[in-house]
């Protein structure tokens, strides 16, 4: 877990030293993140690619971290320009110490079509600093670790307790870090002195070392309940190739997993397995995940089972949004004429269904119509309160994202609305303080202070033609109110 | 502003559907979207049915939550349009106004009226008054008069 100032992320990390950008909206919806979809901040190399996030779903939630963690060793270029409306609360440097970013990020994929010409530099991104300031970061947060390897690709730096423990699990270089020297000193001890603690991603691994991930799996189960208890020991004895911050971190890493480690549903899933592109098929020592009906990836944990049933639900009602998604976009409204879902301004994207018809309108246009005011002699019953199309009458709007394609669609859109209010305190009833002039039919929650909630009392009066209405409250003192009888009143 | 949106809008609709509703020719003052004027053809089994009306349409600022002004420029002998100002009595033009109406809609009320004279709402008492002593004959007589004096006139203008 890391605190961070955007809020408290759970999962892991994995950095891409690239600067982030904001990601505007429309395209946060059209991206597949596995199932997530909240995702704000994102490195565009990291997009276009489509590779390095798409196959693996663990990073997402902590791309707002990443923002944070890059961004505050970058000049703020509006800063620069003495205009930085956001002063201190900025997520960018405000400090003439920091260097501005100005990489281009054409010139990491390999290509950029500016050449020589290009305003921005053309430098491989090898950022010791970003690194050193995500170490602290996460040593502040202690799960995840980080560390720079600028040596290869742009997509190389991309570490993550993931694939530490990938790597640890596939017998690769950061065995030696773990307690498995231990248990099968002969097998890994070769591997831990040529290359220490340099993580790499699980692609990077030379493909003989699967059968070292067997003995570990192997011998390893029983024992590391014993071993788990000495590490730092053995820590000490280990070149110093590395920061102390960075093998103090991995040092809690290691002992979070040998906690975990007898249990089989913790293994993570495969990533390339995820999207179908393990090559190495039953010989893959990860575990490889069953496929989602929905999103079409194999990334059903087969052993956690509350892990599937929740992905499989969240994925339908992703899939189920998404296709709503698809049929709002192009419905238009009636007053204004122009689509819903394409308004100029963010917040008049959105439905306003009638409850008593089913033609579209904007929110907006609708409320507008509704509320606003009108020459004399309208009909508020009729006209106003009436649909504008076929002056059906409606008593009340319900603001929606999405369009409905059937009744039932309907009923859940506006049971949702009424559900949603009702867990709000009603402003005119105020505690009991005030007169709601909705009465029992208001849809807020009319509660005392002590939690209590009004009881509903209903008075039916007989009316003139044999019928029975509902009366709302009489009092005497409405009508002797008028009077001014009692002085107190009036005063 | 949005009534701005809404007119440009219904131009282009206009623009598009042009030469495909023959009844109805909606023109756009070319230096201020928010005034219109309309050209109608009466309509067919009426005593208005050889001329061509224009109407003068305002729209206010804050359209389509409220109606746009639309009257008469053409003389026509009509109960609910007033003799001299043009004005048009229509209850879908004060009271019964929908936002979902558009300016051609509008038209197409105009010559519904014209078809289906509503006597007991005058606004030209002499016609109403003719209408409902039952003098159809009168009525109808008076309107073709009218409607060959001013509306036929007006054809080759609006045609050229």
Same mark, same amino acid.
Request: aromatic residues 8%; glycine residues 6%.
């Given at each position: 877990?890391?605190?961070?100032?955007?809020?408290?992320?759970?999962?892991?990390?994995?950095?891409?030293?690239?600067? *982030?950008?904001?990601?505007?909206?429309?395209?946060?919806?059209?991206?597949?993140?596995?199932?997530?979809?909240?995702?704000?901040?994102?490195? !565009?190399?990291?997009? +276009?690619?489509?590779?390095?996030?798409?196959?693996?779903?663990?990073? %997402?939630?902590?791309?707002?971290?990443?923002?944070?963690?890059?961004?505050?060793?970058?000049?703020?270029?509006?800063?620069?320009?003495?205009?930085?409306?956001?002063?201190?609360?900025?997520?960018?440097?405000?400090?003439?110490?920091?260097?501005?970013?100005?990489?281009?990020?054409?010139? @990491?994929?390999?290509?950029?079509?500016?050449? +020589?010409?290009?305003?921005?530099?053309?430098?491989?991104? @090898?950022?010791?600093?970003?690194?050193?300031?995500? #170490?602290?970061?996460?040593?502040?947060?202690?799960?995840?670790?980080?560390?720079?390897?600028?040596?290869?690709?742009?997509?190389?730096?991309?570490?993550?307790?993931? +694939?530490?423990?990938?790597?640890?699990?596939?017998?690769?270089?950061?065995?030696?870090?773990?307690?498995?020297?231990?248990?099968?000193?002969?097998?890994?001890?070769?591997?831990?002195?040529?290359?220490?603690?340099?993580?790499?991603?699980?692609?990077? %691994?030379?493909?003989?070392?699967?059968?070292?991930?067997?003995?570990?799996?192997?011998?390893?189960?029983?024992?590391?309940?014993?071993?788990?208890?000495?590490?730092?020991?053995?820590?000490?004895?280990?070149?110093?190739?590395?920061?102390?911050? *960075?093998?103090?971190?991995? @040092?809690?890493?290691?002992? #979070?997993?040998?906690?975990?480690?007898?249990?089989?549903?913790?293994?993570?899933?495969?990533?390339?397995?995820?999207?179908?592109?393990?090559?190495?098929?039953?010989?893959?020592?990860?575990?490889?995940?069953?496929?989602?009906?929905?999103?079409?990836?194999?990334?059903?944990?087969?052993?956690?089972?509350?892990?599937?049933?929740?992905?499989? !639900?969240?994925?339908?009602?992703?899939?189920?949004?998404?296709?709503?998604?698809?049929?709002?976009?192009?419905?238009?409204?009636?007053?204004?004429?122009?689509?819903?879902?394409?308004?100029?301004?963010? #917040?008049?994207?959105?439905?306003?269904?009638?409850?008593?018809?089913?033609?579209?309108?904007?929110?907006?246009?609708?409320?507008?119509?509704?509320?606003?005011?009108?020459?004399?002699?309208?009909?508020?019953?009729? %006209?106003?309160?009436?649909?504008?199309?076929?002056?059906?009458?409606?008593?009340?709007?319900?603001?929606?994202?999405?369009?409905?394609?059937?009744?039932?669609?309907?009923?859940?859109?506006?049971?949702?609305?009424?559900?949603?209010?009702?867990?709000?305190?009603?402003?005119?009833?105020?505690?009991?303080?005030?007169?709601?002039?909705?009465?029992?039919?208001?849809?807020?929650?009319?509660?005392?202070?002590?939690?209590?909630?009004?009881?509903?009392?209903?008075?039916?009066?007989?009316?003139?033609?044999?019928?029975?209405?509902?009366?709302?409250? %009489? !009092?005497?003192?409405?009508?002797?109110?008028?009077?001014?009888?009692?002085?107190?009143?009036?005063? | 502003?949005?009534?701005?949106?809404?007119?440009?809008?219904?131009?282009?609709? /206009?623009?598009?559907?042009?030469?495909?509703?023959?009844?109805?020719?909606?023109?756009?003052?070319?230096?201020?979207?928010?005034?219109?004027?309309?050209?109608?053809?009466?309509?067919?089994?009426?005593?208005?049915?050889?001329? /061509?009306?224009?109407?003068?349409?305002?729209?206010?600022?804050?359209?389509?939550?409220?109606?746009?002004? &639309?009257?008469?420029?053409?003389?026509?002998? $009509?109960?609910? /349009? $007033?003799?001299?100002?043009?004005?048009?009595?229509?209850?879908?033009?004060?009271?019964?106004?929908?936002?979902?109406?558009?300016?051609?809609? &509008?038209?197409?009320?105009?010559?519904?009226?014209?078809? $289906?004279?509503?006597?007991?709402?005058?606004?030209?008492?002499?016609?109403?008054?003719?209408?409902?002593?039952?003098?159809?004959?009168?009525?109808?007589?008076?309107?073709?008069?009218?409607?060959?004096?001013?509306?036929? =006139?007006? /054809?080759?203008?609006?045609? =050229?």
């Amino acid at each position: 877990m890391i605190k961070s100032k955007f809020g408290t992320f759970f999962g892991e990390v994995r950095t891409c030293p690239l600067p *982030l950008y904001f990601l505007p909206l429309e395209e946060r919806s059209s991206l597949e993140y596995g199932d997530q979809t909240d995702i704000w901040f994102v490195c !565009r190399l990291c997009v +276009s690619d489509n590779t390095p996030i798409s196959t693996s779903s663990y990073h %997402i939630d902590t791309i707002f971290l990443l923002a944070m963690v890059w961004t505050s060793k970058v000049l703020c270029k509006y800063f620069m320009h003495g205009a930085c409306y956001k002063g201190e609360s900025c997520e960018f440097s405000h400090n003439w110490d920091d260097p501005a970013s100005n990489v281009c990020i054409y010139y @990491q994929r390999g290509y950029c079509s500016y050449g +020589s010409k290009c305003r921005y530099e053309h430098v491989k991104v @090898q950022n010791p600093e970003v690194a050193s300031a995500m #170490a602290k970061v996460l040593k502040a947060g202690t799960i995840a670790s980080a560390s720079s390897s600028p040596a290869g690709s742009a997509s190389t730096p991309v570490i993550s307790p993931v +694939s530490v423990r990938k790597s640890v699990s596939l017998g690769g270089s950061s065995k030696g870090l773990s307690s498995t020297s231990k248990v099968s000193p002969a097998a890994s001890t070769p591997v831990a002195a040529s290359n220490p603690i340099t993580i790499k991603s699980p692609s990077v %691994i030379p493909a003989g070392l699967p059968s070292l991930a067997n003995s570990y799996h192997g011998e390893g189960s029983g024992k590391f309940s014993s071993t788990s208890s000495s590490p730092s020991s053995r820590w000490q004895n280990t070149p110093k190739t590395l920061d102390d911050e *960075l093998y103090s971190i991995e @040092q809690e890493i290691e002992v #979070a997993r040998l906690l975990h480690e007898d249990d089989p549903a913790d293994e993570p899933i495969c990533t390339l397995g995820l999207t179908g592109s393990c090559t190495r098929g039953s010989a893959c020592t990860h575990v490889h995940g069953d496929l989602c009906p929905t999103c079409g990836k194999n990334c059903l944990h087969p052993l956690r089972a509350e892990e599937r049933e929740e992905h499989l !639900r969240v994925c339908a009602q992703n899939r189920k949004r998404l296709e709503a998604m698809l049929i709002s976009q192009d419905i238009e409204c009636v007053v204004c004429l122009e689509r819903v879902l394409s308004k100029p301004a963010l #917040a008049e994207r959105k439905f306003g269904i009638l409850s008593g018809c089913d033609h579209p309108f904007c929110i907006s246009c609708v409320r507008s119509w509704r509320n606003g005011s009108h020459p004399p002699g309208m009909d508020l019953k009729t %006209i106003i309160r009436g649909c504008p199309v076929c002056r059906t009458v409606s008593h009340y709007v319900i603001p929606s994202l999405t369009w409905f394609s059937s009744p039932d669609e309907k009923a859940e859109i506006v049971n949702g609305y009424k559900k949603k209010l009702s867990s709000l305190d009603c402003r005119y009833f105020d505690q009991g303080n005030g007169n709601c002039p909705f009465g029992t039919s208001c849809f807020y929650k009319h509660a005392y202070k002590d939690g209590r909630l009004e009881e509903i009392k209903l008075r039916h009066l007989g009316a003139a033609d044999g019928s029975a209405v509902i009366t709302k409250n %009489i !009092r005497l003192s409405d009508f002797i109110g008028k009077l001014d009888l009692d002085p107190r009143r009036s005063g | 502003m949005a009534s701005r949106a809404r007119l440009f809008k219904e131009y282009k609709e /206009v623009q598009r559907d042009r030469g495909q509703d023959s009844d109805i020719q909606l023109l756009c003052d070319e230096t201020n979207i928010y005034r219109w004027t309309a050209l109608i053809k009466g309509p067919t089994d009426t005593p208005y049915q050889e001329g /061509v009306f224009q109407l003068a349409i305002n729209v206010p600022e804050q359209y389509p939550l409220v109606p746009p002004q &639309v009257r008469f420029v053409t003389k026509i002998f $009509h109960p609910n /349009v $007033h003799f001299k100002t043009g004005e048009i009595c229509l209850d879908i033009l004060k009271t019964a106004w929908s936002p979902a109406w558009t300016l051609q809609s &509008v038209c197409r009320a105009v010559i519904a009226l014209l078809a $289906h004279p509503e006597a007991d709402s005058p606004l030209n008492c002499d016609c109403g008054n003719l209408l409902r002593s039952g003098d159809n004959r009168g009525y109808q007589s008076m309107a073709l008069m009218y409607t060959r004096l001013a509306a036929v =006139a007006s /054809v080759p203008n609006s045609s =050229a």
